[in-house]
């Protein structure tokens, strides 16, 4: 059974600090993808990465997916209160798999 | 820019009762996905549909459980006999298939009475 870990379960940081958060799994995924859910909201695609080592980044945000493909994270850097939210890693063993989730990392950033 | 929408966005329900959660997908998506969310828990796959028919489920989708796409722009989730335990937040989503992004539809929160 596939399995997603995500650390840490809750983060609380003032504007401005840089974050890590962390997904981590035993198995092998083609691909991670990272969406962003607000409550009451479906999820939101911020990135996939497919490709071992590979560096994505989307404006303050840097997501990076492990040599092995069992591990990828997200850091943001000078976090501003719109960040807050859910952060979700998902995987796939292929293109057309179901996607699985990881329990995601609540993200809440003070003003 | 295209979005998948679902009706109702609440539904309450008495326990036992059938319930029909509905979905639009993008219209030029091929892969259709039904995930449900308990409240604090995290999102869990329920069922993929391609070409007409599931390409897999889990183990969460039992015989209670169908799916149809009963022409060619809705795709919907049926309960026959739900339970206490069936209160969730469900989620369609489609794919493009030519990646694994999902596109995630707001949802349907369903109370079981």
């Known amino acids: 059974t596939q399995l997603l870990e995500q650390s840490p379960q809750f983060l609380s940081i003032q504007e401005g600090e840089n974050l890590t958060v962390y997904c981590n799994s035993s198995?092998?995924?083609?691909?991670l993808q990272w969406y962003r859910q607000e409550p009451g909201e479906g999820p939101v695609l911020l990135v996939t990465?497919?490709?071992?080592?590979e560096v994505k980044k989307l404006k303050r945000l840097t997501f990076q997916f492990g040599d092995a493909r069992k591990d990828s994270s997200l850091h943001i850097t000078a976090a501003q209160p719109g960040d807050t939210g859910l952060y979700l890693c998902a995987g796939a063993e292929t293109s057309y798999d179901k996607v699985i989730f990881g329990p995601g990392t609540s993200l809440s950033v003070i003003p | 820019e295209p979005e998948v929408t679902q009706t109702p966005s609440h539904q309450v329900t008495q326990m036992g009762q059938e319930v029909i959660l509905r979905c639009v997908p993008i219209?030029?998506?091929?892969?259709f996905y039904w995930y449900r969310q308990i409240l604090g828990q995290k999102v869990e796959f329920l069922v993929s549909f391609y070409n007409n028919e599931i390409s897999e489920k889990s183990e969460i989708f039992d015989d209670q459980f169908s799916v149809e796409r009963p022409d060619g722009s809705n795709f919907t989730l049926k309960i026959r006999s739900t339970k206490l335990e069936d209160s969730a937040m469900y989620f369609c989503?489609?794919?493009?298939?030519?990646?694994?992004?999902?596109?995630f539809g707001s949802g349907t929160q369903l109370s079981v009475l």
């Open positions: 219209s030029n998506h091929l892969y």
């Open positions: 198995s092998v995924f083609s691909s």
């Open positions: 990465v497919v490709t071992g080592g």
């Open positions: 989503a489609s794919s493009d298939g030519q990646g694994p992004a999902l596109f």
